[in-house]
Structures are given as structure tokens and as C-alpha cells.
């Protein structure tokens, strides 16, 4: 199995899918399965501050669930509580967990690797007999050495099983990632994050909250730090796919669709390109390690990332607005 890359990717549920279905021989692009899952056309915030799980597939809008209604095979996912070996106390959920491994040893056995989604999604690729735990491809991995999962079990399990009976219609499915484009940039919030626009402006307002900043030691301000610098990145990566995306399903429409497309298109490369990478990413929206000896994240740091996003959202309108007017067609 090829090694997984967040330079490559930045979502790893994704990322993860695309690795496993090439192993398969179906080659389906990791910038399909973000424009086809919504997940290029997300933004998202958590509500309580700058949590790195706001970017992540399975957090608040469900892209990782909207993913499989685009696949011709089908991926089942499997929820695996924490807790005692079998159930999560309190929560009603059970789970055979031997059995649960038996049926991962015979996919990798049928040479289909397994999705094992625990903060970020990897690979199950391999087992030994009277070993618990899988050799793994991870994202977190610095070599190119298979890592092993433990005796750890992750929170959800996905097993890509045969060929769905009828592949998906690809106009419904190209129509539905506009759809979604749409939704996703309207809809203020999924659970606890906010979304689209309403994040957009949520993400602003906590950056120029000085007196939350301040108020913080300094391994949480490093947390929000990270978070901060996580959810940028994510976000050139996503509407990098989505322009990408758009591009590929341009020609796929009517003429008068295809030029609001294309015009998205130019305003997501823009967006990402141009307003939030240059000089770079982290020279805006610095990871903790990434500043120099004896820098700080300061409010100057912070207000010029914020000039930035405010830039980029508008952009962001811009683009939304030219999908609406494609589909209108």
C-alpha cells in the first residue's frame, strides 16, 4: 500500500478512501470525493473556539456518510464505542468486537484494505496471525515502514464491500454536490460548529478577541494556535479540490451552467492560490512550531490572518452565488 501524505491531502477521510480504492483498481480522484461529499465546499468552526476537529469529515456536516452516495461500491461503516471490551456503558451500544475483527482480517485477506478512523483516518492493511492489532498506513507515519493500530481499536471502521448493484446516476450526483455547495454555505450550523457563512464570521470574531487570548496560558492559546493554523490549512486544500472539481464536471453540463461554473472555478483558485497562501500558509496562520525563536502569536499576527479571511469570504460569496445562478440553469 502506498503511504499517506498530509502534504498530499488534508482530509484524511478522503485521502484515506481515494489510497484504498486505487488498491482496488478503481481510480476515483481525491478532489471527486471532496466535490462529490460537499466536504471541498465546507467551512466550519467550532462553536467554543478554534478546535482542530473542525475541518475533520465526521465533525458536525457528515461528508464521510455523504461520500458513499457517489461511490459504486459500497463502504459500511461500523461505530466502535469505547468503554469495556464489548459495550460503551450508558449508551445503550454494543458491539462483537472478535467478530468485527474477523471481518477486517477477511477483507485484507481479499486484499481490500480497511478504513480505521480514529481522530484521522488510516489504513488497516495487514494482519498476523496471534497478533491483536493491524499493520497500518497512517498519516502520521514519518517512513515509509508499515505502523501497526495496537491493540486499539478506532472509533469507526469502514469496510468497502462489492459493487453496488447500479452505479450511481453521475448527473444526480454532480447536481447534488452543487446542491450541497449551496446548503453547506448557508446553513449556519451542524451540531456544535458553525458553518459556511455564519463561520466565516465566527472564525473573525474569535481572532479578534484579544481578551480570550489573553486570558488563556500558554498551552491552551498553542491549542488554539494549532487548531487556527489546521482549519486554514484545510481550507486551501478544500476549495483547491473544489475548484478542481468544478473544472472536471464543467463539461459535463449545460453551456449556460458551464460558464457559472467556470467562474467559480476562477474565484475558488483565487481564494486559494492567491488571498490565502502567498506568502504561505503558515507565515499567516502559524502552527506553534513554525514560529521563530521567541516569536509570538500576537493580535498584529492575528488581525493581518483575519484581513485575509475577510477577503477570502467574499470570495467565498462570490463563487456561491455563481453555483446558485449554475443551477438555476
Known sequence: MERLRFGDTANSVMGALAAA???????????YLMGASGAAFRIQVYQDGLCPSSPNANCGFNAKLAVGQALSYEVAWTDVPAGTPDENAGTGRTIDRAALRQTVVDS?????????DHKECGLAVGCER???????????????????????WPWAVGIIRGRKAEAPDRSRVVRRSLELAVELARTPRFTAYASGFAAWDHWVTLLVDDARFEAMDPTARDGEMLGNAW????????????????TAIAAEVAPDARSHLLAAVSLYRQLAAEVLAKPSPTAIAPYPWTLAEGQRWTADIRRAQVERLREARELDRQAVAAIERALKV
Open 130 to 152: 496471534g497478533v491483536e492489532g493491524f499493520l497500518s498506513r497512517s498519516f502520521w507515519d514519518t517512513t515509509d515502514e508499515y505502523g501497526h493500530t495496537g491493540e486499539r
Open 108 to 116: 485484507i485477506e481479499r486484499g481490500l484494505p480497511v478504513l480505521f
Open 231 to 246: 482549519i486554514y490549512e484545510s481550507l486551501i486544500d478544500a476549495r483547491s479540490a473544489a475548484a478542481t472539481y468544478l
Open 21 to 31: 480504492l486505487r488498491a482496488v483498481g478503481e481510480d476515483v480522484p481525491y478532489e
